[in-house]
């Protein structure tokens, strides 16, 4: 079991940065690949990026590579999306998402969810 905490959401405007960061609870947080999914209202649930339990291997869709790297330092618990170069499109409820051994794209694939965080881009 692990349970996940979002926070960095917030309102920026087009162009701006923000930095999400995901902490997890338990003591097995490096046996689970961590991925980032979002939200916009009247839209299903999209990929964001996903890391591999070590964090050598990152995924990202294509809509947000270039500007979104995640990231995660295993002994503080904690994955992060650094995102840049925002834009009105990327406004949307993000979620943190754990799964054990192998990151996939896939929303069902992920069995734990965190609460989401909000963020809006402005134009």
């Known amino acids: 079991q692990v349970q996940l905490v979002e926070s960095g959401g917030g309102l920026v405007q087009a162009g701006g940065s923000l930095r999400l960061s995901c902490a997890a609870s338990?003591?097995?947080?490096?046996?689970?690949?961590m991925g980032w999914f979002r939200q916009a209202p009247g839209k299903e649930r999209e990929f964001v990026a996903a890391i591999t339990r070590t964090g050598t291997t990152t995924d990202y869709a294509d809509s947000v590579k270039d500007r979104f790297t995640i990231s995660r330092i295993n002994a503080k618990n904690t994955v992060y999306l650094q995102m840049n170069s925002l834009k009105p499109e990327d406004t949307a409820v993000y979620y943190c998402t754990a799964r054990a051994l192998v990151s996939t794209k896939t929303a069902s694939d992920y069995p734990y969810w965190g609460q989401g965080t909000q963020v809006t881009v402005s134009s």
């Open positions: 338990g003591r097995t947080f490096s046996s689970y690949a």
